[in-house]
């Protein structure tokens, strides 16, 4: 079993920074992808950027520039540093993990976070 608790969500007025954090723990042998998804209300879930383990990253193109992609990979811990905050980074924020753990692949989600900025 393993769980990804993500936190750093709230509410921030536009032009604000906000830094998210997910961390994984269970029965873990390796992950791969860390990766950050968000969810805006009425929307489908949208790739948002993702970091490998040894550290090579991807940005949207709507976040690039703005947001800041980083792993702990000894605390199995992703980060995503989050500035210049538009009202349309809006949503759910989810982390994915992708790997392996002792067994069987690893694909996990957190519960996801909030995000929410005002104009």
């Known amino acids: 079993q393993v769980q990804l608790v993500e936190s750093g969500g709230g509410l921030v007025q536009a032009g604000g920074s906000l830094r998210l954090s997910c961390a994984a723990s269970?029965?873990?042998?390796?992950?791969?992808?860390m990766t950050w998804y968000r969810q805006a209300p009425g929307k489908q879930r949208e790739l948002v950027s993702f970091i490998t383990k040894r550290g090579s990253t991807h940005y949207a193109d709507s976040v690039k520039g703005r947001f800041t992609i980083s792993r702990d990979n000894a605390k199995n811990t992703v980060y995503l540093q989050m500035n210049s905050l538009k009202p349309e980074d809006t949503g759910v924020y989810y982390c994915n993990a992708d790997g392996s753990s002792w067994g069987s692949a690893l694909d996990a989600w957190g519960q996801g976070t909030l995000v929410t900025v005002s104009s």
């Open positions: 269970g029965n873990i042998l390796d992950i791969n992808f």
